[in-house]
């Protein structure tokens, strides 16, 4: 039943991903829980636990759209990663507090205190010149403008 369970939550989210032209972002969460089972055993299960008992079911079943809810599982996996604020940048590349998935904006996690770089959260199909910039110095720790 689980698998079941999860190849429907695959399909609602590759048809979302077809529909939207957004990014998967499956592969890099798995990165992050990657870095999690290393730095934060106890996260780890908490977040493996999140994804097989919300996040598959709730977009198998339809009950948050499938990129919001992968957002949202992003979310988790920062936190997990290390304490800080959620935040939303909008177009214009100002920052807003995040409250939920649901618009197509840049979501970073920055870290609380240890001047470490911001976690990639979710993608909107496109970045903005603005969000661009953002992402090249809070994410990547790019110091120089793109040509």
């Not at 048809?15 to 798995?30: I, M, N, S, V």
């Amino acid at each position: 039943m689980a698998d079941e369970l999860t190849d429907r939550a695959d399909r609602v989210l590759e048809e979302a991903l077809q529909a939207t032209g957004a990014r998967d972002p499956r592969e890099f969460y798995r990165e992050r829980l990657r870095e999690l089972r290393q730095a934060n055993p106890d996260g780890y299960q908490a977040a493996v636990s999140y994804y097989r008992d919300t996040l598959i079911p709730a977009v198998a079943n339809g009950t948050s759209p499938a990129l919001d809810a992968w957002t949202e599982y992003g979310r988790v996996l920062a936190e997990a990663l290390t304490p800080g604020r959620t935040v939303s940048i909008d177009e214009t590349g100002l920052a807003h507090p995040y409250e939920g998935p649901g618009e197509a904006r840049l979501v970073l996690h920055i870290p609380a205190g240890t001047g470490g770089r911001a976690l990639l959260v979710g993608l909107p199909p496109e970045l903005s010149p603005a969000q661009r910039a953002t992402f090249d110095v809070l994410v990547a720790g790019k110091q120089r403008i793109r040509e």
